[in-house]
């Protein structure tokens, strides 16, 4: 079993619609949960970070955390062709991150 | 958050040589981190990094293939030795900042590897 698993994309939602990306992890011992977005060619970015049960949102992006059930989500609302990248799920347990494989999104125009 | 400037940024390498990729970081940093990400496929942690100490690989990754350098707290290398093209990847340099007690992982720009 993986560490970290993501929803298989790739994602295409249209302009204005809202994505939704899921991820779920198997350490219970985790701490902390990110999202990063990576465009093509270019290394990961922060995007999102939780560390306690419930909803967190910043602009666009809600990210959505869930220790009992070892998931958590993103939502992006309003997508915009510039959100068009992949988003990688990572889990913290102490120092060390384990990434999902990403899942990759495509806004339509 | 850290600055990381990593280089080379990308190299086309004959198999069978190294390649020694490295990272400096505009703070002192406990540990560095280096990943790699091999084509259409996610972040993987090869090794961690503290000054004074060797490196900690995780499970496989081996120091004869993936020596690594901690010299002081800003300065890290990763050499790629005795290449293959399977080792054409992304290698990328991580740091650690800590906000709030938790870690966020705060990443180079990439060295991208291809090796013919």
């Known amino acids: 079993q993986k560490e970290v698993e993501q929803n298989s994309g790739p994602l295409s939602v249209p302009e204005g619609a809202i994505a939704s990306l899921n991820c779920t992890y198997s350490?219970?011992?985790?701490?902390?949960f990110f999202w990063y977005r990576q465009y093509s060619g270019k290394s990961p970015e922060l995007i999102m970070f939780?560390?306690?049960?419930g909803d967190k949102e910043d602009g666009r992006f809600t990210a959505q955390l869930n220790k009992a059930s070892q998931y958590v989500s993103l939502l992006i609302r309003d997508s915009q062709p510039s959100d068009s990248a992949t988003y990688l799920c990572?889990?913290?347990?102490?120092?060390?991150?384990?990434f999902g494989a990403g899942t990759t999104v495509t806004v339509r125009a | 958050s850290a600055v990381i400037s990593q280089k080379p940024s990308r190299d086309i390498c004959q198999r069978g040589t190294s390649l020694t990729i490295q990272c400096q970081v505009d703070?002192?940093?406990?540990?560095m981190f280096w990943y790699r990400q091999q084509p259409g496929q996610s972040l993987t942690l090869i090794a961690t990094?503290?000054?004074?100490?060797?490196?900690?690989?995780e499970s496989g990754f081996v120091i004869d293939k993936f020596p690594i350098s901690r010299p002081n707290l800003t300065f890290s290398t990763l050499t790629v030795s005795n290449m293959s093209p399977e080792d054409s990847s992304i290698y990328l340099c991580?740091?650690?900042?800590?906000?709030?007690?938790?870690?966020?992982?705060?990443f180079g720009q990439g060295t991208r590897l291809t090796v013919v």
């Open positions: 990572a889990v913290s347990n102490d120092y060390k991150l384990s």
């Open positions: 991580s740091v650690e900042g800590r906000d709030g007690g938790f870690t966020e992982a705060f």
């Open positions: 990094a503290n000054q004074g100490s060797e490196a900690t690989y």
């Open positions: 939780i560390y306690s049960n």
């Open positions: 703070s002192q940093v406990t540990m």
């Open positions: 350490d219970r011992g985790s701490q902390s």
